[in-house]
């Protein structure tokens, strides 16, 4: 269970790390309010990330974009600010991407089986909120695992 735990874990995370790597600036496709994201990211690339919270964290568009104050218009206001949830995954991105670059890469593991970069789906497993008896029991399984190998 664990192994196949970090399999997807792994691999969700490589995509993800391949995808933010391999981002090559575009001319600008007019987005805005992007103020964690690279004003001149394309719309694949976006659209990436966007679909990464969703599966992440097992919601639709509408969960963080609030709906278009003109009714006649059923799009949604990507540009919106309204949505506290918008604003608290702009926090968490920003948060994950310290993580990563300070603690989660080659640099700083010495254990080559260690998590090697943090995701959204690391805490939230699909659910909105994270749930924090998982996560402990995670965290507490390893610390287990380096006790026994020391």
Do not use: W
Request: with cysteine.
């Amino acid at each position: 269970m664990k192994e196949k735990y970090l399999t997807v874990l792994f691999i969700i995370s490589m995509i993800f790390t391949i995808s933010a790597t391999s981002y090559k600036p575009n001319a600008p496709d007019g987005f805005k309010n992007l103020k964690v994201l690279p004003k001149d990211i394309s719309k694949e690339k976006l659209d990436s990330v966007m679909d990464h919270f969703a599966v992440s964290l097992g919601v639709k568009c509408s969960f963080c974009h609030a709906a278009n104050a003109d009714t006649t218009n059923r799009h949604l206001d990507f540009a919106s600010d309204k949505k506290e949830e918008k604003n608290i995954a702009r926090k968490m991105f920003q948060m994950t991407a310290y993580l990563n670059a300070n603690y989660f890469n080659e640099e700083h593991s010495d254990q080559p089986d260690t998590i090697h970069a943090i995701v959204c789906y690391t805490c939230h497993h699909g659910t909105k909120e994270p749930d924090s008896k998982v996560f402990l029991a995670l965290i507490d399984s390893t610390l287990q695992v380096k006790k026994k190998g020391r």
